[in-house]
């Protein structure tokens, strides 16, 4: 058995990036991959020089480090695209993200109020609990926003009721938007006004040719690629991993290195160690679970489709959650520009009724909806193709927190296994999460000290203003300190002491000066201070009356400050959610 | 190869945010009233020699009974601004301090 450095079991984003990262510190890692290509889910297929994106990836991200890899990795074959992709509902176009105007317009005058109306009952009368992202996004949006543009395509991504969803995947979504990041950019303006979320890069021939260009670097420094493998057992001691064994057609093999790095399921992974892990950590495994979904390409006879890269597909009259228009992409992704791709996807359980369709059944129902959407005829269609995309999203459900910790807590014996990228992590990971899980691990090895769970963890995502929002214009040091409560009692005291001080200094000064003490001007303060005289005395009456009336003054600015900063931060936190409801979407 | 603990998280800046209580800075509140005070005196003295008249500022020289060397004169209003800037400094930062000192002893 050959003794390796590193063995890192799948070739996707995170495993690529872990992988290209020894490279780069010259170890030589060995990649174990299942498929026949490298990418993972992100990765391009290609059918007749169609080629397909599975499921549409955007290049972007808020990490220079990954922007500056992916630009180092393709240069000039990292095309610019302008976004284009909107919501298809009851026959209509609506922008995305959407626009308060053009959506009113769309649903219509009475549909428009009733939408309104619902709004304004929420927030008046929100529901007092938020368990389930039902409750979650009703409360922020209304009911009649939910059901319209929320509900149905959930639904069809999830295929559980958006009531069995859990609020805290929907908070997750929106806590990217630091609230103190928005604050600053409130107050002192951003400092890039170019929104990512009209702009994104891809690379010429599909997401495919990244990371066929990391592999070609990493094997060019000396890593190895084992493809068509699948991992057949994870070898330990119970203190550490000893042996990955995998098998191929041809042959079956172990792997003995000093560090294991993994982005296969995680579910998958534990159900694979060799011995078996305790029964309650693989009661866990199983209950964790994957959406899958299916691709079906149509290739259509036509010139142009629809402008869009991709649609969101909220009618519930179709099946279809998504479509994409890979030449819209980029014009690469299409042989012959007299024709156009494009991608129905069906958001699915593995070996539920959609997934055990044949392959016939679904190029009949593609095209069926396809035509029922008024996208052009049936007998356009010349030619398609299917694929079936197992373990695409973790699953959110109520129990998958305590499965997880559980496995994390088991797999936290084994020093020299890290597990990454978004299967790897049962976490919503984008590609650069996934690369940054990758980078991080593969430097756990070399002794740095990072948490990859912290990843995606504190900055989720939300694209509008990108840059500027993670970029505060001042530290969050700062803006705590600023924007902290004012204790109203504290400040009282003190303005109160200050007044009073200043008052019974001034009396004991002109007394201790002489003259014509009791015809001061100060005397006329008596008018407001019943019973001041210009003498030691009245000194301390004044210091008490200018404590009482500081005092008040005081409790009364910082209640005021208090207040109107509460105020500001609470529109400014609402503006955040509502961001999240125009940006909602891109996050599944 | 170390694997960081991750079960304990650190309170998020919203959290630091909604939780915190505001300290002043004495020194930058001393600094900031002085300043408002000086300027309050110089631009009141200057204001009032600026509009003239048969009697000019006969209440604002009461100040004189606490600034010594006080006028109602452009040179009275840089001696008054100067007290000024002493006193309010002086409140100012005496304010912040006894401040903090409360929010120490409260929170």
Known sequence: ?588 | MGKPDTKNTPLSPEDKLFSGVLLLNAKVVGLAMGLILALGIFVATNWLIIKGGERVGPHLILLSQYFIGYKVTFLGSLIGAAYGFALGTICGALMGWIYNKIVAFRH
């Open chain 1, 1 to 588: 058995m050959k003794e390796q450095a590193v063995v890192i079991i799948g070739a996707g984003p995170a495993g690529l990036a872990a992988a290209y990262e020894f490279i780069c510190r010259e170890i030589s890692p060995v990649i174990i991959e299942r498929s026949g290509t490298v990418g993972g889910i992100s990765r391009t297929e290609s059918y007749k020089d169609f080629s397909f994106d599975i499921g549409g990836h955007r290049f972007f991200t808020k990490n220079e480090g990954i922007n500056q890899l992916w630009e180092e990795m393709l240069g000039p074959d990292f095309l610019k695209v302008n976004r284009l992709s909107r919501i298809y509902y009851q026959g209509k176009f609506f922008n995305y993200p959407l626009r308060p105007v053009n959506a009113l317009l769309n649903l219509g005058p009475v549909e428009s109020l009733l939408v309104l109306t619902s709004y304004c009952r929420a927030r008046l009368s929100p529901q007092p609990e938020e368990k389930s992202f039902e409750q979650w996004v009703i409360n922020r949006f209304g009911e009649r926003l939910y059901r319209t543009f929320f509900k149905t395509y959930t639904e069809k991504v999830w295929g559980i009721p958006c009531s069995e969803i859990r609020a805290d995947w929907a908070a997750q979504r929106i806590r990217g938007l630091s609230l103190l990041v928005a604050v600053s950019n409130a107050l002192f303006g951003g400092q890039q006004t170019k929104s990512l979320i009209e702009r994104f890069s891809y690379p010429k021939l599909g997401p495919g040719m990244m990371w066929q260009r990391f592999m070609d670097r990493i094997m060019a420094g000396g890593g190895e690629v084992i493809l068509h493998s699948e991992v057949s057992a994870i070898l330990h001691d119970h203190k550490k991993i000893t042996a990955v064994a995998y098998s191929n057609p041809e042959t079956t093999s172990e792997l003995s290195a000093e560090n294991y790095i993994s982005s296969m399921p995680i579910s998958r992974l534990v159900q694979l160690f060799n011995p078996q892990p305790p029964p309650d950590v693989l009661r866990s495994a199983g209950q964790l679970t994957y959406r899958g979904f299916i691709i079906v390409v149509l290739i259509i006879d036509r010139q142009s489709l629809f402008p869009d890269q991709w649609l969101y597909v909220h009618s519930p009259k179709v099946q279809v959650g998504r479509i994409q228009n890979f030449k819209n992409w980029s014009r690469f992704m299409v042989p012959d520009q007299s024709r156009t791709s494009i991608g129905m996807e069906y958001f699915c359980n593995e070996n539920d009724r959609t997934w055990k369709m044949t392959d016939d059944e679904l190029v009949e129902m593609a095209t069926r909806e396809m035509e029922a959407m008024e996208f052009g005829p049936a007998s356009q269609v010349i030619d398609s193709y299917v694929v079936r995309q197992p373990n695409a999203y973790p699953v959110y459900d109520s129990t998958y927190k305590q499965n997880l910790l559980n496995i994390r807590n088991y797999l936290d014996n084994f020093n020299n296994m890290q597990t990454i990228g978004r299967s790897g992590m049962h976490r919503y990971n984008n590609m650069d999460h996934s690369m940054q899980t990758g980078i991080l691990a593969a430097r756990n090895c070399c002794g740095e000290s990072h948490d990859l769970w912290a990843v995606n963890e504190e900055k989720s995502y939300l694209e509008e203003d990108r840059i500027t929002k993670e970029t505060p214009v001042v530290p969050e040091k700062v803006l705590i300190r600023a924007f902290a409560r004012m204790d109203k009692f504290a400040f009282a005291v003190a303005v109160g002491t200050i007044c009073g001080l200043v008052v019974l200094t001034a009396t004991l000064w002109i007394i201790s000066r002489g003259g014509d003490v009791l015809n001061s001007h100060l005397r006329l303060l008596g008018q407001y201070f019943i019973g001041y005289t210009v003498t030691v005395k009245g000194g301390f009456i004044a210091f008490g009356y200018s404590f009482f009336w500081g005092f008040l003054f005081g409790w009364l600015f910082a209640y005021l400050r208090n207040l109107f900063l509460a105020i500001y931060l609470y529109r400014i936190k609402r503006r955040i959610e509502l961001l999240s409801l125009k940006d909602f979407l891109d996050n599944f």
